[in-house]
């Protein structure tokens, strides 16, 4: 039997990610659109849907269609919690798109909703899934990095601020670059050294290249009076173990180095990043060693490849998780992490202090 799925936003991301990838995974069928801009609810039905899908521009009209056991959130930040936890209480498995929520108290909620109902949730970080990760996770867990110290992680660019949709709207998304992709490099970095206890956190946020008129920039130059969020944010974490993360989120910045999603490990039986490639360094019989692990990636984003691109082992085992009653691999506890920290470091950037977390 087809495991009947639900799509609530139909924009960016659900056509760019979301929806692609599910039409692989052989069985999955998209039954419901809902969007408050109706004409993007019927062309992804006209996409993506079976023929007799379903299309809402009210999401809670949807949730009350029984037949349908699995919602995918893409909507803005705001509304990931209002909807998923809604979801969940209409006995439907939730994929939020990440991040988790807009405040840790939201991503709690979801939390605490997943538990009460018993129902299945997870988050979109599909960097997990590509083969680099993969492969370094392995390494990480087979400890042959010995204790992780020291992570950095990375999601620079240049001058690639997405300038459509909601994304400078701080209302809307909750902040900008760090929320937005500093948030995959951050949930990469403590998944690899499987630390989720967080106790302080010290963060700035800049609004500098954001006022720029007529910027070169990937998508157009931006309009600064639009432009809320800020344009780069970086933060210092200590860990309840003493452990050191550093993170670095920007959209816009004056930089040669970028990269996106990319993670550096320092443990004390070698060290590990993804800067050009995924290399493995150490010292072996007195001598320093650099391997560079040959591997085929997806590469970026929404990369439309073969059938073993992220996205779509993301929704694959996402899917097999339904079916078979077992574990996402992204669980709502460690995306809970990553958005206390990520508030944190908002906090700390407003207040000029350090911010504890008591878990």
């Known amino acids: 039997m087809s495991v009947k799925v639900g799509i609530i936003g139909c924009g960016g991301i659900a056509n760019g990610k979301h929806m692609p990838s599910l039409a692989k995974v052989e069985n999955v069928e998209m039954v419901a659109f809902c969007d408050i801009i109706e004409e993007r609810a019927v062309k992804a039905k006209a996409d993506y849907g079976i023929a007799d ?15 349908i056991e699995v919602v995918h959130v893409c909507t803005p930040n705001s509304s990931h919690a209002e909807i998923s936890v809604a979801a969940m209480e209409a ?11 807009k405040t840790s108290e939201e991503a ?10 018993g129902k299945k ?17 392995e390494v990480c867990e087979a400890g042959e990095l010995g204790d992780i110290y020291l992570g950095k992680a990375k999601a620079i660019r240049r001058r690639a601020v997405p300038t459509w949709g909601v ?4 209302e809307a998304q909750g902040g900008g670059p760090l929320i937005d992709i500093g948030t995959h490099a951050l949930d990469l970095t403590l998944w690899m050294m499987d630390n989720y206890k967080p106790k302080y956190v010290v963060g700035n946020a800049y609004h500098k290249l954001s006022s720029t008129k007529n910027a070169a920039n990937a998508w157009g130059s931006w309009d600064p009076e639009k432009f809320t969020v800020e344009d780069s944010a970086f933060g210092f974490v200590t860990m309840e173990n003493g452990a050191t993360i550093t993170l670095e989120a920007s959209w816009a910045l004056n930089v ?66 339904i079916v078979n009653d077992t574990e996402p691999v992204v669980k709502p506890e460690q995306a809970l992490v990553v958005t ?10 407003k207040t000029g202090e350090p911010v504890f977390l008591n878990r």
């Open 91 to 101: 006995d439907k498995h939730v994929m939020c798109e990440k991040p988790m929520a």
């Open 256 to 321: 040669r180095d970028a990269g996106e999603a990319q993670t550096t490990l320092c443990g004390t039986k070698a060290g590990a990043d993804m800067m050009d490639g995924l290399h493995i360094n150490g010292e072996k019989n007195s001598l320093l060693y650099d391997q560079k692990i040959e591997l085929e990636t997806g590469g970026v984003d929404f990369y439309d490849g073969s059938s073993s691109s992220p996205e779509y082992l993301e929704s694959k085992q996402w899917i097999d998780a």
């Open 167 to 170: 994304f400078l709207d701080e």
């Open 108 to 117: 709690r909620q979801m939390v605490e909703a997943s538990k009460r109902t």
């Open 340 to 349: 206390e920290i990520l508030e944190a470091m908002y906090l700390s950037s």
């Open 121 to 137: 949730l997870t988050i979109g970080y599909q960097n997990r899934f590509r083969t680099d990760s993969r492969y370094l996770h």
């Open 53 to 67: 899908a379903k299309v809402y521009t009210d999401y809670r009209e949807m949730l009350a269609d029984t037949s």
